[in-house]
T-cell receptor, first 109, second 118 residues
Framework: QKEVEQNSGPLSVPEGAIASLNCTYSDRVSQSFFWYRQYSGKSPELIMSIYSNGDKEDGRFTAQLNKASQYVSLLIRDSQPSDSATYLCALNNFNKFYFGSGTKLNVKP | GAVVSQHPSWVICKSGTSVKIECRSLDFQATTMFWYRQFPKQSLMLMATSNEGSKATYEQGVEKDKFLINHASLTLSTLTVTSAHPEDSSFYIC??????????????FGPGTRLTVL
């Protein structure tokens, strides 16, 4: 079983809609969680980090963490075509980072 | 966020030659640096983790004698691909982590180096 699981997608949403990206993880002791965005041919870019249960908002992005259910999600409000990319979920566990395989998001104009 | 640079951004070399890639943290001290490899349309694959002043820890299946990692300072790590072959052609990405807030740390990626071995 992989440490971090993501649906590979692609997830297609119309411009202006809310995109919901989900991630589950297997290790209950994980403390730090991250969402990265990766455009094709580019390296990942950190969007959000979240460390405690609940929601964390930053502009159009909201990260949600539920440690009891072992999932973390990313909501993108008012999706734009420029949000089209692969979104990677990651966690930090005992000085080691684990990445999901990423979910490809397509925002259609 | 913190800035990480990589050099070169792309390199083409002949089979059998060695290639060195530099990774620098520009505005923070990186306690740990990570090296990843990514093949087209695949996910990131961690190759090794390096801490300043100590030997790198390689992931299973990664040849330490082929991929030499040096982390000589808190701002610089290098990856040398020795005797490169076409199957080593890939996108190599480094990342760096430093203590930004007490007990909390994040990982920032360099822009990547695209290696093509002919």
């Amino acid at each position: 079983q992989k440490e971090v699981e993501q649906n590979s997608g692609p997830l297609s949403v119309p411009e202006g809609a809310i995109a919901s990206l989900n991630c589950t993880y297997s290790d209950r002791v994980s403390q730090s969680f991250f969402w990265y965005r990766q455009y094709s041919g580019k390296s990942p870019e950190l969007i959000m980090s979240i460390y405690s249960n609940g929601d964390k908002e930053d502009g159009r992005f909201t990260a949600q963490l539920n440690k009891a259910s072992q999932y973390v999600s990313l909501l993108i409000r008012d999706s734009q075509p420029s949000d089209s990319a692969t979104y990677l979920c990651a966690l930090n566990n005992f000085n080691k980072f684990y990445f999901g395989s990423g979910t490809k998001l397509n925002v259609k104009p | 966020g913190a800035v990480v640079s990589q050099h070169p951004s792309w390199v083409i070399c002949k089979s059998g030659t060695s290639v060195k890639i530099e990774c620098r943290s520009l505005d923070f001290q990186a306690t740990t640096m990570f090296w990843y490899r990514q093949f087209p349309k695949q996910s990131l694959m961690l190759m090794a983790t390096s801490n300043e002043g100590s030997k790198a820890t390689y992931e299973q299946g990664v040849e330490k004698d082929k991929f030499l990692i040096n982390h000589a300072s808190l701002t610089l790590s290098t990856l040398t691909v020795t005797s490169a072959h076409p199957e080593d052609s890939s996108f190599y990405i480094c990342s760096a982590r430093g203590i930004l807030l007490a007990g909390i740390n994040e990982q920032f990626f360099g822009p990547g180096t695209r290696l093509t071995v002919l």
